[in-house]
Structures are given as C-alpha cells and as structure tokens.
C-alpha cells in the first residue's frame, strides 16, 4: 500500500485507489529493450501516426529551412519596418504554400512580395487570407502552385503599427493560448517546425536602447542605426524566439556565469530585485545541470526579470517574474530544446515542468484510478494552445510515472535520458509512452490513450490555472520611469507582454 505525503494536513494518508492502479501496472510490465522509440500506429479507434502527418503536411505546407529578417523599430512613430527572407520547401505531396503572418491577415501592412526573384506588382494579389481546418489561426495561401521539388525563396516587406505607449519592442509569445511570432514576421507557428533564424533589430534615434534575447547577440558597428544581430545558430521553433528592445536609461543588467552558464539578466530600474533572482539562479541552474544535463543553449540564458505576472520560456531565455523564474528556466530542456510535436502534445511540457520544480505541491500525487481525459485528443494536432488540465492531472500522471520508476530520482533520470536523445528532435504524446518502455520496460500505452485520449472534457475537473501561469508577466515600467514619458499606469488587465 501507498504512502502519499499531505501537505495540507501535515500526515502521511494511504491511497488504496492509487496502490491499486499502480499495482495493476506492474503486474503488467516486462522488459522489452528492443520496443520501438516511436509508435507508427494505433489500434483501430486511433489515428495512425501517418495520418496525423499527413493533416500536418496539408495545414502546413511548407518546411522552413531559414529564416532572415531586419526589424526596424521606430519608437517615436510607434511603427516597425520589417523585411523578411524565408527559405523554405514544399512537404510531400504539397504544392501551394502557405504561411503564417497575423498583420497581413488583418489588413493591408505588405509592402512588397518576391518570390523566388519574381516581383509582384500588388502585393495583394499573390495570396489570400484561408481558415485552417481544426484551428483558430489563418494563415497567407499563395495564388500559385510552386515547383514541389525545389527550394523557394520569399522576400516580403511590411510596416507594422504598434500600441502607443512605453517604447519597447519585444516578442509576444502566449503558448497556451498558441500566438507566436507570426506577429511580427512571416513564419509558421507550429512546435515541430525547427528553423535557422537571424534577426538584424535596428532602433531608429538617439535614444541609447538595450538588447537581449534568443542565441548569439551582437551589436554591430552600424552608423545609420542602432543595431543587433540575432542568431540563434541553430533550428529553433519560431514561438520560442525572444527578443526584447528597451531604452537602455531605464534598465539595469547584471552579467556574469553560473554554473559555466553565461547569465545577462535585466529588469527596470526601481523594478523586480535583480539580485535577488540572480542568487535562484546559483542553486537551480547547478542542479538542473547536475540532474538533467548540460545546459542546452550554448550562449547561455538572457533574462528580463518583471515586477508582476507570470512568465513565458524561449530559446536561452524568458521574460518572467521571479515567482515563475525557476518554472520557465527548466523549459529550456523540456519546451525549448526537447520539443513538442504539435501544441496539444505540450501538456507534457507543463506536466514535467509543473512536476520537475514542484509548482502545485498539494496536487504531487498519482493520477486517480479509472482517470480518463481528452487532454490530449480533444485539440486537433493542428490547433494552437493546449489543455489547462495539463498544470494539475498532467502533473498528476507524471508522478504516476515516477513512482512506477521507484521515485523521483529515478523519474529524473527517465527525463535526462529523453532530453539526451531527443532534443530538437519533436515528439508527440505516445512517443513519450515508447521511450518510457523502451527505457523501463513499462508498458503505458494503454494507460496514455485512457488518460489522454479516451475521456470527454470535464469542466468540474479542471482546476483553475493560478494567474502568475495564465496572465502574462507585466512589462509595464515603475511609475517613476511612466512619469519621465507622461504615461499612466495601465489599469489591472491592460498590461502588456508575454505570457
């Protein structure tokens, strides 16, 4: 029988339901080394992992092989100009390509459209605004069929309006609502889709600004502009790109290495304590080293400590508050670099970070007897977002992992062992069932199909998400530095960022 520590009332209470389920597993388990990574197919009643990608190909279209883009920011006119250049070729079976780009699906912002060195005189003309079946994002279908074998090209250029108010330009990405970056550039806003990206960020004006964000950040010796090339140096997924302009008067930065990690960390003058984080970091970055492995961003991490809010993870790096800081820094191994294969497969993101760094303590015990869920079977693998469930039941059915495993340690060990062979390499939901057997010789995937595939939606097992994970971290500067620009403090609601 099963010792469960509760927290809420001090004691050690016994969990029949639970040893029950756990022991049906075991009984059930036998090792099998051999057991595939990935399992190609489902019973009957499943979708086959080649019609899933099947529906990916014909959503998506293309496959992005760079990205290059020059964002200039004009803080005075509150505009940015942008011109990108994307590499790309067509998936199997495809031959009209489509992207995404949220401003050209709302109005008229592209200036200028080449493909593959053909100008086209109106912009306009050279795509339409299309619903995706199975999700709420649009995207831009080109007019024309392309050559389905070869490399294509496309230069757009566009002016982007931004809201008045504070001059800062930064990323604005919400996973679990699923908006990406497809804000402010052409891409695609899907976890699996991994890409070279280089962004040249220009600031217009004599105003000094600050510079961090996702890779290699350098500034260059640019006299018309104030100007940063961002490389990520490596395929990353667009939503997990950061960068963030602000004015450099406003802010502080601390630099230094933890852990063998370079470390750039700022917030707001007179804002979030940065020292106070920074001492976090010298406890959680060692032992995520220790325990995970070594630290997949070879830059390092750039952080912009809020005040407020939550936080939101990227690529070697995170806008968030100190209250989330542990949580988002633990998604650089599981969210940034061991990728979700669509969004409703990052419920295991959250699961194993909201597990990893014991965010709802109170709910650290195994999934209840006889659970079952559409966490992951109610979203189409083309839709944005992911289930809430993920934060509480999710978190629940990785501790059921871990005792199955004999512990935490144990656990972990599993996640090192998955981070190790599969980063940047996307996976979905019952791929995790596979590596888990083939690692422990532990059969789940009955059991992920029950948790995660059979059920309906139940909105009385739904536990709220706590507002520092739902609601974005506060970008909004003290009131001292709102004053210096004549601006108000936003009222409760209207501040911006990320989530």
Sequence with gaps: MMQLWNRRTGGRVFSCSAAALLGLLLISCSRDPEFPARVEAWDNDY????????????AFRIDIAALDVTLTYHPQDAAVDGLARMRFRMRPGQRR?????????????ITGWRLDGRER????????????????QQALEFVEDVDPAGEHELVVTYRLALAPGYPRFTSQVHDLKGSGNEEWFPTLNTPHELARHRLTLRVAGAVPYRCLGSGKVERTGSAAW??????????????????????EAD????????????????????????????????????????EIGPFP????????????GGGMEYFGGTISSASALSHEVFHMYFACSAVARTYRDSWLDEAITSWYDRTYPDYLVPIAAGYRSNMVSGRSPVAVGFDVRAYYQGTQIIE????????????TAFLSDVHRRHAFAPFSTMDLAGYFRQYSGIDLSREFREWLY???GDAAAVLPVPCGFEYPPDLTPPEEILRRYGLERPRPGRAGGER
């Excluded at 086959?48 to 190909?57: F, I, M, P, S, V």
């Excluded at 390509?97 to 912002?109: K, M, N, T």
């Excluded at 930065?253 to 940065?274: D, H, Q």
């Excluded at 059921?400 to 656990?411: C, D, Q, V």
């Design 47 to 58: 979708p086959a992992y080649a019609d899933e990608q099947a529906l990916l190909d014909e």
């Design 97 to 109: 390509p489509r992207i995404h780009f949220d401003p050209a699906c709302r109005g008229p912002v």
């Design 121 to 136: 005189e109106v912009p306009e003309a050279a795509y339409r605004v299309v619903d995706v079946a199975g999700s709420t």
């Design 226 to 247: 104030q100007e940063w090339v961002l490389d990520t140096e490596r395929e990353v997924a667009s939503y997990t790109l950061m960068f963030v302009l602000l004015p």
């Design 251 to 290: 802010t502080l930065l601390r630099e230094g290495v933890i852990a063998g990690i370079p470390v750039r960390m700022a917030a707001f003058a007179g804002g979030a304590a940065i020292d106070l984080a920074w001492a976090e970091l010298e406890s959680w970055l060692p032992q995520l080293v220790a």
């Design 297 to 308: 961003m070879p830059r390092g991490l750039s952080v912009f400590l809020t005040s407020g």
């Design 400 to 411: 059921t992992m871990a005792r199955l495993l004999g512990g935490r340690g144990a656990m």
């Design 454 to 456: 059979d059920g309906q």
